[in-house]
């Protein structure tokens, strides 16, 4: 195998804000999150949950793809309501990120000083699935 070349990396660990409280008041912060494939992306749009509420869609997006979290048996939609907003948007964000749809920001730099920054775009902030 070429230097250049390295594994598909398909798994991602995330350490959440605030973390998960289930019902025991435990809480789950440490987790990992695989790579959306095109059946993850599509699957969720004949959920009736989805067709009732778009916004909906994220949450299921992320419960396909979250892998682990803490010692939570099974992480499904209703795992992912339960989750601070603050946590949610960390999830949001990184599935963007690992999955390549984080093209919303360009970078810029100041006439001034010529410090560089990503600026974000018109299309940030939009929800999960919506790429």
Known sequence: MPENDS???TEYD????HGY????GTVHR???MRLATARDELSPLIDQRVRENPAYLGV???SLVITRLGTVSEVHAGVV??????DLAYLQDLYR???GLDSSHGAVACPSCGTSFALPG?????????A
């Open 7 to 9: 594994p598909l990396r």
């Open 14 to 17: 995330f350490q959440l804000p």
């Open 21 to 24: 409280v289930d019902a025991a």
């Open 30 to 32: 440490q987790g990992a």
């Open 60 to 62: 299921i997006l992320l």
């Open 81 to 86: 309501e339960q989750l601070f907003a603050k």
């Open 97 to 99: 990120r690992i999955n």
């Open 122 to 130: 018109p299309a940030s902030g939009g929800r999960l699935g919506e």
